[in-house]
């Protein structure tokens, strides 16, 4: 009896999505699924719903992949996150910031301070000269047998 009952109400599904989901919609869903409205989209995807509460078998083949596409296609939040093109949007987006960067950096160095005047070369030769004179680090520093370092000439206003 009930699969009777089963039975009648698949046809009533089938006819019902058949004379109202549109054969040339489902045809071609994955090309006219971005261009269609909202409404349509809405339309379409309760069809295809309510002809799936009835036997999958009886369902044509277009109807088949339309409802597998509508629940499983690359559209709203399965889609993929970068198309074609948004690449070299990333890259152009990345010089830019950099080189907005640089100018910035640039700018504040010529609005800052100038170089301390213990950065010249005669300065941090005088401070090796005084912490030979002090013995400071005599292990392993300046004040060491056979220490062969700079010391604390590091670099000059001129480098």
């Not at 071609?28 to 719903?49: C, G, V």
């Not at 170089?115 to 292990?139: D, Y």
């Amino acid at each position: 009896m009930f699969a009777r009952i089963a039975s009648v109400n698949a046809k009533r599904a089938l006819t019902r999505s058949a004379s109202t989901t549109s054969t040339p919609a489902l045809a071609n869903i994955r090309d006219s699924w971005k261009t269609m409205a909202q409404e349509e989209k809405i339309k379409l995807y309760n069809q295809i719903l309510e002809a799936q509460q009835g036997n999958w078998k009886a369902l044509s083949l277009e109807q088949q992949k339309a409802a597998y596409w509508i629940s499983f296609g690359p559209h709203g939040l399965r889609k993929p996150p970068l198309e074609k093109g948004d690449g070299m949007k990333v890259l152009a987006g990345v010089v830019a910031v950099v080189a907005v960067s640089a100018g910035l950096f640039q700018l504040i160095r010529k609005a800052g301070q100038p170089t301390p005047h213990t950065f010249t070369k005669e300065w941090q030769e005088a401070t090796n000269e005084r912490m030979k004179e002090q013995k400071s680090n005599p292990i392993s520093g300046i004040a060491s047998e056979g220490y062969k370092g700079k010391g604390y000439v590091s670099f000059t206003k001129e480098e």
